[in-house]
């Protein structure tokens, strides 16, 4: 009998309940759609319709930083960058985020992607404060506007980028229609007269980014904003139109040939009519970014081409070359120094001029350079004369400029030099102990006040053993540490210290 058929059987099994919980959910009043906002009404409403619809035409995007819109890499600044480090590279460089790279556009809808608002009102016309600018510094070459010089030597963009060179045509044009030519603010000829060829080759100049850049830096520098508007309007200048013209995603070659025309006349009109020169009168200064860009145009067609002569050096001698970049200059000469067109600037082992050149262009000032190493001499002395000439074609007048070849313990012409100096500056990171013993010697004859700006400290730190240099140092300087950020020199691309030392 099974073990549930007794009715007596205490074991019954029971009946299955269900078992139900009742719960209460409140709503949420978080999950609720927010009410939109009601809209202005009348004369409001139109107001901030309007507001709204102009600001979104104005800037649809955050202004990014000027790109390229050639449909090849870039070999402008990043490029240059990289040829400098090859010249005097002590570690590998790395890719840095000081650097002004120049991007491509991504492929987009929106044939404008990236474009830059050219608001003349926000145009950086100054590169200083008010306050510090030297209102006795002249700009105006008065020669530059006077007439053509004829016989004006320079390198054109077309002798070290063009088909000749294997390079290739851009924006889909024919060998025969590469040429253009671009009116720099002077009276000199244009360029070939004076000429580029809308050509891309691998650490070559850039045509179509450089001739963006010239005309860029025309209407920022040599223009008032109400002699601008027809370069800078973003509805239609000129500046726009080349950009849109040579954007990746449109090419349009004869766009960019017209506007580029259209420039050449407007400006060469100008010039005609006295306004740059006029406007160049009332300038005593120069916008860092346009001397960095001349000074660029010279080293890519001076040293650029031969960068690979300056990587000659040995080791553990005095015969040692690094770069000191633009921006690090600009930093000693305005900011730091406070240089003006009065006085008298002095590099002691000047490479292939460089600092010697930016402080002529930048201050205005006597600008004196001393240097050994043969090569560096020679693409020196090239530069010097390509800057004499490109400073022509900008109608700008720079400082005067004195480049020695030789030893600087023993040129008398430095030597009289230093005795006026007020900045001196030597990159002695690489001299010999030696050496640097011998500058202290030299530093004794400075006036008093002059500022010595070095990689290396002439005055041996209180903590340490080194009494090699101290005593002597300790007596004529007065020294301060300050640090510069990566990027700032061509063999490494960290940051490091320097110092400026004062005669006491």
Known sequence: ???????????????????????????????????????????????????????????????????????????????????????????????????????????????????????????????????????????????????????????????????????????????????IKLQYPSMQRREKNYRFELVWGKDKIDAVEASIKVVRHVADTYLNDEEAEPFTNPNGGIIRRLEKASNRNIQDLMGFKAALLEYNELLLNLVEDGIIAKNLDNLHELPPSLVAFILDQIYDRVVAPKVELLSKYENGTDYVYGELLHPFITKILTEQTKMNSSQVFVDLGSGVGNVVLQAALEIGCESWGCEMMENACNLAETQKKEFEARCMLWGIKPGKAYLERGDFRYNTAIQDALKRADVVLVNNKAFTSQLNANLVDMFLDLKPGCKIISLKSFVADTKSNNHNINDVGRMALEVEECTYPEGYVSWTNAGGSYFISTRK
Not at 17 to 44: C, D, Q, W, Y
Not at 83 to 88: E, L, Q, S, T, V
Not at 131 to 143: A, E, F, Q, V, W
Not at 144 to 171: N, T, W, Y
């Open 1 to 179: 009998m099974g073990l549930f058929s007794n009715k007596n059987n205490k074991f019954k099994p029971q009946d299955q309940k269900i078992r139900v919980i009742k719960a209460i959910v409140e709503k949420t009043s978080s999950l609720k759609p927010k009410p939109k906002p009601k809209l202005p009404t009348g004369a409001s409403a139109s107001a901030s319709a309007s507001r709204s619809s102009s600001k979104s035409r104005l800037s649809p995007k955050p202004a990014p930083r000027h790109k390229s819109h050639s449909p090849y890499p870039s070999s402008a600044d990043e490029t240059r960058l990289d040829r400098k480090r090859k010249a005097g590279r002590l570690s590998t460089p790395r890719r840095s985020p000081a650097t002004d790279r120049i991007e491509f556009d991504k492929d987009s809808d929106n044939e404008d992607d990236g474009w830059m608002n050219l608001d003349s009102n926000k145009r950086q016309r100054k590169g200083t404060e008010e306050g510090s600018i030297d209102t006795t510094r002249k700009l105006k070459s008065s020669k530059a506007f006077e007439g053509r010089v004829e016989g004006l030597q320079l390198i054109h963009a077309v002798d070290v980028a063009s088909l000749e060179l294997k390079c290739v045509p851009v924006m889909g044009a024919q060998k025969e229609d590469v040429a």
